[in-house]
């Protein structure tokens, strides 16, 4: 009844920038924290972004300074906004996010991913 669908990932060069989306629909009473994720070949996944309900932020060392996770509340979408691309940055990048149902279910939901590929 929850679904979290990311969108937004492609090919870009190195340097470049992609924005990614996850919108979440279904029987959502409210959204708490939301996080990135993101999964290299034959690496485990790795937390790369979180933002709370409130709006506060944690960022990987590795992505600091290049990456900015944002929220719109009355859309039910995360951003992720990603500039000065590396290679290194190419995975599945995955959205997770704690969401209390209208039901008052609360569990943790993740999107079927999105391929992010830096290469020039």
């Known amino acids: 009844q929850v679904q979290l669908v990311e969108s937004g990932g492609g090919l870009v060069q190195p340097g470049g920038s992609l924005r990614l989306s996850c919108a979440a629909s279904g029987s959502i009473f409210s959204i708490n924290r939301t996080g990135w994720y993101r999964q290299a070949p034959e690496k485990q996944r790795e937390l790369v972004a979180t933002?709370?309900?409130?709006?506060?932020?944690t960022y990987a060392d590795s992505v600091k300074g290049r990456f900015t996770i944002s929220r719109d509340n009355t859309k039910k979408t995360v951003y992720l906004q990603m500039n000065s691309l590396k290679p290194e940055d190419t995975a599945v990048y995955y959205c997770?996010?704690?969401?209390?149902?209208?039901?008052?279910?609360?569990?943790?939901?993740w999107g079927q991913g999105t391929q992010v590929t830096v290469s020039s």
């Open positions: 933002i709370s309900s409130g709006g506060s932020t």
């Open positions: 997770n996010a704690d969401i209390r149902t209208t039901n008052s279910m609360l569990r943790a939901y």
